[in-house]
């Protein structure tokens, strides 16, 4: 990506139309990885053109059928094939780095298969550095970019990130991980819903990952055909929640094609991306959701300051906190049609961020979470009022929030 393709992506997502998702992918694999971080960019764009963007997450291009077993003897050898008694050549998913198979073993497994779909390191490297280039140059003449967007460090993150993604075997370091969480904690929390995929490690290798196939549906699919029921996804958010607010590590990519039910319980798949924030975010953010679940908006105001890097003080947070009520003036009862949790999410760290506060990077995973998150709901029951129904999930996560809002809790 030389600067005048990097400059013409800028246009695309900053011009007055919505992008056009097709332009962006042709350009790399760079550029849908920067795209996908200006989804998550509400202090900077609306939340039409947040939204827009995010479906580079799951609208993505495919392998042709051609280029399958080209990919596979590339990337496996004979002994590998062996191990198969078939292999379906129409793909059950698709992301923007890999696409997903359904095979069978010859000792009669039924397993998913996950191939690279191309080689695409050696690429994102090349434009990464070109892109660097770019904003060394643009910094050296405009110093004040680096300390007001760190174009620098967020391209670091993009290639950190998408580079452990690009090696499947950390998906499986991923899985283990949060699997590990879960084994530490589940007699405290009650996990008995959640359950992860089995890998099978000898198949395994930096481009192909095969799994056990979990015979049961992703939540995408229920939601397109409305047999999703909202407790399903209250129940999901209990153990999204345990792990974002409780332990500050947690799925980063959890939207619903990456969530199967099977018999009512919740299969985490694909862990290629995982969240991680930091003690002083995770303890801020929950006490900030908990606020904003009974309705109480002051201390909403008071939790986000306690989250910024900067914190304000003053007539600076007096005006910051008065904007705040404003913001959330017709949130209380209504529904997610109504309201969107996102669209005030997006609103607060906006108003934030414009009176002063700075946050870790950290939050702009969370804010992909709950876009995801609340999508489901206005797609399971565009009537519900989230908040309110997340305050039973709250309680258990906390149980000291019978003590700050007895009246509510106790009725």
């Not at 995770?282 to 989250?307: E, H, I, P, V």
């Amino acid at each position: 990506m030389n600067a005048l393709s990097f400059i013409d992506l800028m246009n695309e997502i900053f011009r007055k139309p919505l992008p056009d998702l097709d332009k962006i992918q042709k350009k790399g694999l760079l550029a849908v990885k920067i795209a996908q971080t200006f989804a998550l960019r509400i202090d900077f764009l609306d939340e039409k053109k947040c939204t827009h963007l995010s479906q580079l997450y799951t609208a993505t291009t495919k392998i042709p059928e051609e280029d399958i077993e080209k990919l596979l003897a590339t990337y496996t050898d004979e002994r590998w094939r062996q191990q198969f008694a078939s292999f379906e050549q129409q793909p059950l998913a698709s992301a923007s780095i890999g696409q997903v198979y359904q095979a069978k073993l010859k000792d009669g497994r039924a397993v998913a298969v996950k191939i690279l779909k191309a080689d695409f390191k050696k690429q994102f490297v090349k434009d990464v550095q070109s892109v660097s280039r770019l904003f060394r140059f643009i910094i050296f003449f405009y110093p004040k970019l680096a300390r007001v967007a760190d174009p620098l460090g967020v391209l670091a993150s993009i290639r950190t990130n998408t580079l452990d993604e690009l090696d499947f075997r950390n998906e499986m370091k991923n899985r283990d991980l949060l699997y590990e969480i879960y084994q530490q904690h589940h007699t405290e929390f009650d996990l008995t819903k959640l359950h992860f995929i089995e890998y099978v490690p000898e198949l395994c290798s930096e481009n192909v990952a095969v799994s056990l196939l979990i015979p049961g549906a992703t939540y995408d699919y229920e939601l397109s055909v409305k047999q999703l029921p909202y407790e399903r996804l209250l129940d999901l958010f209990k153990v999204h929640g345990f792990y974002l607010f409780n332990i500050g590590t947690f799925h980063g990519d959890i939207h619903p094609g990456n969530i199967i039910d099977l018999d009512e319980q919740i299969y985490f798949v694909d862990c290629g991306a995982i969240g991680h924030v930091s003690e002083r975010m995770r303890q801020g953010l929950f006490n900030f959701m908990t606020a904003l679940a009974f309705y109480d908006y002051d201390n909403c105001a008071k939790y986000l300051n306690a989250m910024s890097d900067i914190e304000l003080t003053g007539a600076t947070f007096a005006d910051f906190h008065q904007k705040l009520l404003a913001v959330y003036a017709d949130f209380s009862e209504s529904t997610v049609s109504q309201v969107s949790l996102t669209q005030k999410m997006m609103e607060t760290i906006k108003l934030g961020v414009n009176c002063g506060m700075q946050f870790e990077q950290g939050i702009y995973p969370i804010i992909k979470s709950l876009m995801y998150l609340d999508g489901m709901v206005l797609r399971c029951n565009p009537d519900a009022k989230l908040m309110k129904d997340m305050r039973e999930n709250v309680t258990i996560l906390n149980p000291e929030v019978a003590k700050l809002y007895p009246q509510i809790t106790n009725s």
